[in-house]
């Protein structure tokens, strides 16, 4: 969890080793699909796309690409990402434009912001599904799961317990007790919010202790505050991680503040995870470059999806950094950043969501746990590796918008 810095020397050599392999899986997904079961781009199925459509349940939106060959991609439709333009209201329309008639096998250019235009104003909020139900049918074509296709470095990752921002010091002590219990070799602390919608640090720092003491001088902590503190408290309860050996400070100010997220960065020693609220895969290597991040986070949904993301912790890794994608929501949710974390070797963490099984939805075959060791093993099932359970989401769904 050390903070690493690498020489410009260094960093030439890191990004021209071992980067081929993903390069060609981002720039030629197709390809990577195809070389990964040892046949031909032109041997795989009708990839060409003849329907979007979107699931619409009474709770929740779920994305569907379908190719000619039938083979359906899918993607969670969620509004609850900050984001500067987030809206999926309109993702129908823009999608159908983009992708009827197109190839799933032309995945880069049809959702690249390789254009000054989009360079500008950030990535689009209708990118990433787009990008991560086009991966879904690669992944289906080939019958491999898509961290296969992108290049498979582990087949499990260490999970920590993701609280949910309790109110009182008890809940948090209750909270990572039962994680304990659970098989968790880590926790993280996603502190209060007041009625107002504010916070108190102090009340923070009192939680941060009692959650030390109950867990354990050995047990991992890390600490989420979303952006919240002032410079001040940001520094006053980084200071306090420091001396309880937490392994993580996450978005302690707001993202924006880059001269405040340098000056933590070189105050405290507990690492300083941001990301999630850096809303282009272009916009990262300033963080990286003035040194205001230690460990880079990211939220697929706002950076275009799996490609997006991947983009953003191969420049984490050729600056010798740490990536911790982020996990929250249903099982997709889950899913897309989890390949990605399967993908990379700079990446320690699989963010589970308390409680365990708040993830699950019941047109998701598939369960995400931990084993008994803690870690999260691989999916096996081909694309995003969660099946979805047709039966159970056609009583689901009120209406298919086409």
């Not at 999926?88 to 999608?95: K, M, T």
């Not at 202790?209 to 940001?234: H, N, S």
């Amino acid at each position: 969890m050390s903070k690493l810095r690498l020489s410009r020397r260094n960093f030439l050599g890191a990004s021209a080793a071992g980067g081929f392999a993903v390069s060609s899986a981002l720039s030629e997904p197709g390809r990577a699909a195809a070389q990964a079961v040892g046949v031909k781009p032109a041997d795989l199925p009708d990839l060409t796309i003849k329907e979007v459509k979107v699931y619409v349940m009474e709770r929740g939106r779920l994305a569907s690409v379908v190719t000619r060959s039938g083979i359906e991609g899918n993607y969670t439709l969620a509004t609850r990402y900050f984001h500067p333009n987030w809206s999926n209201l309109g993702w129908l329309d823009y999608a159908k434009g983009v992708l009827v008639g197109k190839s799933a096998l032309d995945l880069p250019a049809l959702t690249s912001q390789w254009e000054p235009q989009k360079r500008r104003l950030g990535q689009s909020s209708y990118a990433s599904a787009i990008d991560n139900c086009l991966w879904d049918i690669l992944g289906k074509a080939v019958g491999l799961p898509v961290y296969r296709i992108l290049g498979a470095y582990k087949d499990k990752v260490l999970a920590y317990a993701s609280s949910q921002h309790l109110k009182t010091v008890d809940d948090f002590v209750a909270d990572v007790r039962k994680c304990k219990t659970q098989g968790f070799k880590a926790y993280k602390i996603h502190p209060p919010w007041l009625p107002n919608g504010g916070v108190d640090y102090k009340l923070d720092m009192e939680v941060a202790k009692a959650v030390r003491k109950e867990a354990g001088d050995d047990f991992l902590l890390l600490y989420d505050r979303v952006g919240a503190y002032t410079r001040y408290e940001a520094m006053e309860v980084g200071r306090l991680m420091d001396e309880l050996k937490y392994v993580a400070y996450e978005d302690p100010i707001p993202t924006t503040d880059i001269d405040g997220n340098v000056e933590l960065c070189k105050a405290l020693n507990v690492p300083i995870h941001l990301g999630e609220f850096i809303f282009s895969p272009y916009s990262f290597a300033e963080y990286i470059r003035r040194g205001a991040v230690d460990v880079v986070r990211f939220i697929v949904d706002n950076i275009g999806g799996i490609t997006g993301g991947m983009k953003v912790a191969r420049l984490a890794e050729c600056f010798g950094m740490e990536c911790a994608p982020h996990n929250w929501g249903d099982a997709l949710d889950h899913a897309v950043h989890f390949h990605c974390e399967l993908a990379i070797p700079n990446n320690v963490w699989f963010e589970m969501t308390q409680p365990q099984g708040s993830s699950d939805r019941p047109y998701i075959k598939d369960k995400i746990r931990i084993d008994k060791d803690g870690y999260v093993p691989a999916p096996t099932k081909p694309g995003l590796g969660y099946e979805i359970d047709h039966n159970a989401l056609d009583k689901l769904v009120k209406t298919v918008e086409r």
